[in-house]
């Protein structure tokens, strides 16, 4: 996780609005009124970019986290289609197939922004010659 380089009280209001603290908590933390974090949100861009950036990482974090985890649900999940109950392989089965329809829609929706993206950074590099 990236640290600031701030000395002052911004690096623990950096920390504590980038874990999803409101303005008052991270005032607290910072030694400062909550009036003067949200200055520096509003005046300071390089202390929202850097809330912003950290908050990033902390998500990327979570996201590794539940892959991770995702991975071992899924595992178990296989793991129970072999279940000496019939009751659990029906379940593990009902599990399985429910997630299908939203994991399909998420690959399509994701390929299709991926599409527009590109659609749309084509045509601005056209536009800059």
């Known amino acids: ?3 600031t380089d ?5 690096a623990a209001a950096i ?9 008052k908590t991270a005032a607290q933390e910072a030694g400062v009124s909550p009036r003067t974090v949200r200055r520096w ?9 850097e809330v912003r950036d950290l908050r990033g990482e902390l998500l990327d974090e979570v996201v590794g986290a ?6 071992k649900a899924v595992e178990t999940l296989v793991e129970c289609l072999q279940a000496d109950d019939p009751s659990v392989r029906v379940r593990a089965a009902a599990q399985i197939l429910r997630a299908l329809p939203a994991m399909r829609v998420e690959g399509e929706l ?20």
Do not use: C, H, Y
Request: glycine share 8%; hydrophobic share 40%; no cysteine.
């Open 15 to 23: 920390l504590a609005l980038a874990r999803g603290s409101g303005t």
């Open 41 to 49: 949100l509003a005046d300071d861009t390089v202390f929202a970019d």
């Open 6 to 10: 701030r000395p002052d009280g911004k």
């Open 110 to 129: 994701t390929e299709r922004f991926a599409e527009i993206e590109a659609a749309v950074n084509a045509q601005k590099n056209g536009a800059r010659r």
């Open 66 to 71: 539940l892959t991770s985890a995702s991975m």
């Open 1 to 3: 996780m990236a640290q």
